[in-house]
């Protein structure tokens, strides 16, 4: 029998103002997507594609479902970005584990699309499982370019392959046998960007609670710069037999999904599928290609004291929340006043001046300051044409860039601008390849001092 324990936390971050990322906990699924896309697109990319790959994946609970589960995720992001205009071009990255039983007995399955990862610690070390579906990372993999060059790469945002662009998705899915004491971590790529690799397993490796783990992961992040949003989850693999487990789960302060994941794991034990298993542990991503016939039956496990715990750390939270909620309600509310008796130029100004987007303008692309569409009179300032001719423009990015795309500085607009032209003349092949925009060439006030 084995149970996940874990722990999640999310934070919007120092520099955006909205929270794109969305993290997945439940007994046997856990997931984070990062979501991308002008206006609203990219929160509502990240919470279709967890709400619909959740829905398939509860229907089919298996490693060939996880799969079916991520299609069926790209297609919801998909056919959602055609039914509204403001949400056309958005996508979603998305990294997941469940815990399914095969024939073989309890598996972990991952699955990935994009460049949120997915690490494991094991006897203290960790060790990325996850490949990032990245321009960057190709350079790497074709060894044009070291893991180190790579980590500061302006191009190591633009992803090769992500959820709701297409209407089909091929994600890299893989499986493992769960190993009591191993951790495993799913997380945002800001956390991975902000925070180095030997600072997440010390972390990891130092705090035994994985809701404390978590948040602290976050913390770092935040501390770091905390320049994008930042979404974390923590899976602590318990293996035992079920007075074990319950032991284990039943002492000390457990999140509330460790204690539903009593119920869960039930389900897990009770169910008897044929499955081709994948080879156990590997790291480099295998596709699932097997046939599986699933027939779940709940067992006569109680989970009555389970439910009893679940439902008290429910109250907690939402309680926690609703405190929380008062206070940022009357701190806003403090906020708006203070700006509007001391005439609020200056915080208008500051926020609209700290603000950048690129832009479609007659025909190329452009980079703008301030906020899209103008904020209360002050209207945005075009900063720099870049020379990118609009049918230059990859074809994935071209509603996003007409919409325009927010970026938190100069310098994150224009390793947008020269990413759009880095990757229409890697994946272009044949034509002959454009001359490189100005964007793309360092300058001074575009350096940003390399992290060691
Ligand atoms: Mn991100």
Redesign the pocket.
Known sequence: MTVLRSGSASDVGRVRTVN??LALESPTLFAVA?GMGGHAGGEVASHTAIEALQEEFRLHPSVEGLVEAVRHANLAVWERSHEESDLRGMGTTLTAAALVATSDGDRIVMANVGDSRSYRLRDGSLAQLSHDHSVAEELVDRGQLSEAEAAIHPHRHILTRALGVSSDVDPDVWEMAPRQGDRYLLC???LSNEVSESRIEKALSSTPDPQEAARKLVQMALDNGGN??ITVVVLDVVVGDERAVTAATENGDLPASAVDALAGAAVVEAASLGTAALQDGAPSPAKATTSVSSLLSRSGTDPASGMRAMTARAAEVSERLRSRRITFRVLAFVVVLAAIVAGGFAVVRWYVDSSYFVKLHQGQVTIYEGRMGGFVGIQPKLVQRTGIAADAVPSAYLQDVENGVEEPSLSASRSYACGLWHIENSVSQGKPPTPKPSVCLPSNSNRKAAKP
Do not use: L, R, V
Request: aromatic share 0%.
């Open positions: 794109e990322d990062d945002s790529d800001g994008d949003n």
